[in-house]
């Protein structure tokens, strides 16, 4: 991850991959799944510090999901959200 980069806070997931739309709401990062399509599509979203405009995209634990300067980093565990944005 380069230097300039926020530290990731862990988001925990259920199963062993999720969508990056089901994500982006379930770290807080967009309210809704309609927000999270126009944000994707027009490349605001980052995936391991790459552009993705797929929001079907799937993640699994490790991968770092960047939109405006936050990141959430997709991890495995409880179900037990505390985000600081």
Known sequence: MPAN?????DVPIRDDSIRLGQFL???NLVETGAEAKPVIADGAVLVNDE????RGRQLVPG???TLGGLAARVATGEIEIDVPW
């Open 5 to 9: 980069s926020p530290e990731p806070v």
């Open 25 to 27: 709401k379930l770290a």
């Open 51 to 54: 552009v993705e405009t797929r």
């Open 63 to 65: 991968d770092v999901v």
